[in-house]
């Protein structure tokens, strides 16, 4: 990573400690007007997001795991700023949820995959480790970009309802962190692929294409709730969410497939989520 890189990167993590500290509790009005309908409509969508958030101590350990020797300001980011922001999100949106009634998220906090244990054991060789640090800010980006969009999907939604509490102070403030993280990720991606050798992209662009998933989906029971947050949410095949969440990755990835405007493999994910809800909801 060239020293400018770098120094913007610092600065970047910087600000965001020093502009969003971790969202807490206490600041949280949790008025609900209409309870059943709020669940009804969107408890799941809760559930799911409160998960994925809850997880960024697993993702931590992944992380960890992954790459033995980050650079500094990786750990910088994650350690300091990251993951004591998302940790909020996820015990916040959980807190909300069992005031709806429902159960808390059944998040996994520390199961790291066989596949990720063989990813860090080469990671040791430094080469490699940055394949995987440029795997792990493809993904970084795609799962940010994910998160902005749909705390804005819900944020609307949730105001339309007249839950204008539950807007303001736990979605708006919630939604407002995202897009730092993802300025983080683009920032190191941008600064990592410009380095890069030929083999070395060749290998990210094969592991992206073979391990894509959607934010939060590590098995098809979570990858038809995915589905059903799509849905919901209004996000279906034909919506640019996932060329939005893609955009940098197929800028820097696949930039030779011209006319390709989302990489068939988020298609397909994407496609595979929706159809694995709709048979789950007819059954
Ligand atoms: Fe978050
Ligand atoms: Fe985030």
Same mark, same amino acid.
Not at 28 to 36: A, K, L, Y
Not at 189 to 210: C, N
């Given at each position: 990573?060239?020293?400018?890189?770098?120094?913007?990167?610092?600065?970047?993590?910087?600000?965001?400690?020093?502009?969003?500290?971790?969202?807490?509790?206490?600041?949280?009005?949790?008025?609900?007007?209409?309870?059943?309908?709020?669940?009804?409509?969107?408890?799941?969508?809760?559930?799911?997001?409160?998960? $994925?958030?809850?997880?960024?101590?697993?993702?931590?350990?992944?992380?960890?795991?992954?790459?033995?020797?980050?650079?500094?300001?990786?750990?910088?980011?994650?350690?300091?700023?990251?993951?004591? #922001?998302?940790?909020?999100?996820?015990?916040?949106?959980?807190?909300?949820? $069992?005031?709806?009634?429902?159960?808390?998220?059944?998040?996994?906090?520390?199961?790291?995959?066989?596949?990720?244990?063989?990813?860090?054991?080469?990671?040791?060789?430094?080469?490699?480790?940055?394949?995987?640090?440029?795997?792990?800010? $493809?993904?970084?980006?795609?799962?940010?970009?994910?998160?902005?969009?749909?705390?804005?999907?819900?944020?609307?939604?949730?105001?339309?309802?007249?839950?204008?509490?539950?807007?303001?102070?736990?979605?708006?403030?919630?939604?407002?962190?995202?897009?730092?993280?993802?300025?983080?990720? #683009?920032?190191?991606?941008?600064?990592?692929?410009?380095?890069?050798?030929?083999?070395?992209?060749?290998?990210?662009?094969?592991?992206?294409?073979?391990?894509?998933?959607?934010?939060?989906?590590?098995?098809?029971?979570?990858?038809?709730?995915?589905?059903?947050?799509?849905?919901?949410?209004?996000?279906?095949?034909?919506?640019?969410?996932?060329?939005?969440?893609?955009?940098?990755?197929?800028?820097?990835?696949?930039?030779?497939?011209?006319?390709?405007?989302?990489?068939?493999?988020?298609?397909?994910?994407?496609?595979?989520?929706?159809?694995?809800?709709?048979?789950?909801?007819?059954?």
């Amino acid at each position: 990573m060239s020293a400018t890189t770098t120094t913007r990167l610092v600065e970047h993590v910087q600000r965001l400690g020093e502009e969003h500290p971790p969202l807490r509790l206490d600041d949280v009005d949790f008025t609900v007007r209409d309870p059943r309908t709020l669940e009804q409509r969107y408890g799941h969508v809760l559930d799911y997001m409160a998960r $994925v958030e809850l997880e960024v101590d697993r993702n931590v350990l992944e992380l960890t795991t992954m790459l033995p020797d980050p650079p500094e300001v990786d750990v910088f980011f994650y350690r300091d700023v990251w993951q004591p #922001q998302e940790i909020q999100h996820g015990r916040i949106l959980d807190e909300l949820q $069992v005031r709806l009634g429902r159960s808390n998220a059944d998040a996994d906090l520390d199961s790291v995959g066989a596949k990720l244990k063989v990813l860090g054991a080469l990671a040791h060789l430094g080469a490699f480790q940055d394949v995987v640090r440029m795997l792990y800010y $493809v993904t970084g980006m795609a799962t940010e970009r994910s998160a902005v969009l749909a705390y804005n999907l819900l944020h609307d939604g949730v105001r339309e309802m007249g839950e204008t509490a539950i807007a303001d102070t736990v979605i708006a403030p919630i939604k407002r962190q995202e897009p730092g993280h993802y300025a983080f990720y #683009q920032l190191s991606a941008r600064g990592l692929w410009a380095e890069l050798a030929p083999w070395q992209k060749w290998l990210v662009r094969l592991l992206r294409r073979i391990s894509f998933s959607p934010v939060g989906a590590n098995n098809p029971e979570q990858l038809a709730d995915f589905g059903d947050v799509m849905r919901t949410l209004h996000i279906d095949e034909d919506s640019d969410f996932a060329a939005q969440i893609a955009r940098v990755e197929m800028e820097l990835l696949w930039a030779r497939d011209k006319g390709l405007p989302v990489p068939t493999y988020v298609t397909a994910a994407f496609r595979e989520a929706l159809e694995l809800a709709r048979a789950r909801s007819a059954a």
